[in-house]
């Protein structure tokens, strides 16, 4: 018993002796131009090489440790900055992780009845649960705080909202008006703000099946939610929709979507369920009465993008002219590495929309489609968007590095 009990010890002390120290990570740019991005790299391969029972950290080629994250379907994700035409090397190796700053959140915002929001350090974003607007709506940010917490507390701010109701029903109306102009989201105080409207539309980016005649079977407001990643650096969620009635067939959308701190893009799966036949699906954004014309889009590049002016009429008229010119330009982004996509305008007027700028593909039963939505705004002083030759040229090159992906060696 003594032998054998030796001999089980003596294999487990070999195994841990043998196990490697560190896994090498080698990061391979085929671009031009140099890239920053999160990169993924199969976490059990790497707790396969550094012993199953380690926790582990990631470190840049001098041993730095640098923020890391292991997202819910086995990733080990840190952000990498690598040449054009280059390689950068990271390791992964045995070691208790630090505290590192969170990046990207999200929650229920049950203040606002059943709205959920997600922010990272670049762009915020929500969807509803209630109501027409089915989607994506938007936050302008100008800072790199995560400031969803802080906007809705003043937005819901009672004591505030009180003082501003027992002004106007004792006749200052003008006072009232400034004092909620001092707490609400939609003017910018210095860090962003609420401009962009929604309505029955895809908003910022969502999608949609097609019916036969071409038109919009659009969404419904999602129905249930579950996080699954929570940060640092990652946030994931997964929206389940009510089952709708298409093509005399029961179908049920879910979408997960991914937000990377460092990306003004996120990330969005959409499987259908119930389908049985191939069926059109459509993604884009809505295009603006204020501003009908003003989009761009590339077949070939994989992208579509929209210059929004925003939406003042949620101003007092008194203060309109004025608050609408520090709405800026909001820039609306989509991108595609999938190749067989077309793009085009739909008209579908409703309220303060002209329509959708739309990218069109073939959704296959039980498959998972997967694009990227994002935006930008002019008055970000940390982002160069002036202009929407400017936005274009960010959205061409995003689109360049989804279609070309970079490429991971672990060692």
């Known amino acids: 018993m003594n032998k054998t009990f030796l001999s089980i010890v003596a ?36 707790k396969a090489k550094i012993g ?28 990498a900055g690598v040449s054009g035409k280059g390689k950068s090397v990271y390791y992964a190796k045995a070691g208790v992780p630090q505290e590192y700053e969170t990046k990207a959140k999200g929650r229920l915002f049950v203040e606002r009845q059943d709205e959920f929001g997600w922010e990272n350090d670049k762009v915020a974003y929500r969807v509803y649960g209630h109501g027409g607007a089915v989607g994506y709506d938007l936050f302008n940010k100008s800072t790199s705080e995560l400031m969803l917490d802080y906007w809705y507390a003043s937005e819901q701010n009672q004591e505030m909202r009180s003082v501003s109701k027992q002004l106007h029903d004792r006749g200052y109306h003008d006072l009232a008006d400034q004092v909620y102009n001092a707490f609400s989201y939609h003017i910018d105080h ?30 419904k407001c999602y129905q249930s939610f579950e996080i699954l990643d929570q ?37 969005v799966s959409i499987v259908y369920n119930g389908l049985t036949q191939p069926a059109k699906m459509a993604s884009g954004t809505v295009i603006h009465k204020s501003n009908p014309s003003a ?49 085009s305008y739909q008209t579908r007027e409703n309220g303060i929309a002209a329509g959708h700028m739309l990218s069109t593909s073939l959704y296959k039963p039980s498959a998972t ?29 995003k689109a360049e590095e989804i279609r070309m992906p970079l490429k991971i060696k672990v060692k």
């Not at 002796?17 to 059990?44: F, G, H, K, W």
């Not at 029972?53 to 470190?59: E, N, P, R």
């Not at 640092?232 to 959308?253: D, G, H, I």
């Open 295 to 343: 989009y761009v889009y590339s077949q070939e590049g994989g992208y579509i993008g929209y210059e929004d002016l925003g939406d003042a009429s949620v101003y007092n008229a008194k203060y309109r002219q004025e608050l609408s010119k520090k709405m800026g330009k909001i820039y609306i982004g989509l991108l595609y590495a999938d190749k067989d996509i077309e793009i």
């Open 190 to 219: 210095g860090k962003g703000m609420d401009c962009y409207t929604v309505g029955p539309t895809l908003g910022g980016g969502a999608n949609a099946l097609l019916n036969a005649d071409g038109s919009l079977f659009m969404p």
């Open 369 to 397: 489609y997967t694009y990227y939505f994002g935006n930008g705004w002019s008055e970000n002083a940390k982002t160069s968007f002036q202009s929407l030759t400017d936005w274009e040229a960010f959205l061409s090159k």
């Open 11 to 46: 294999s487990l002390f070999s195994l841990v002796m043998n196990a490697d120290e560190q896994v090498t990570i080698t990061v391979s740019n085929a671009a031009q131009s140099a890239r920053l991005e999160m990169v993924e790299v199969d976490y059990s391969a790497v």
């Open 52 to 79: 199953e029972t380690s926790k582990v950290i990631v470190t840049d080629a001098d041993g730095k440790e640098i923020p890391s994250q292991v997202t819910w379907d086995g990733k080990l994700i840190f952000q």
């Open 231 to 267: 940060g640092p650096l990652r946030f994931t969620v997964r929206f389940t929709y009510p089952e709708q009635s298409f093509n005399q067939e029961k179908v049920t959308e879910v979408r997960t979507i991914s937000l990377d701190a460092g990306s003004h893009f996120n990330r």
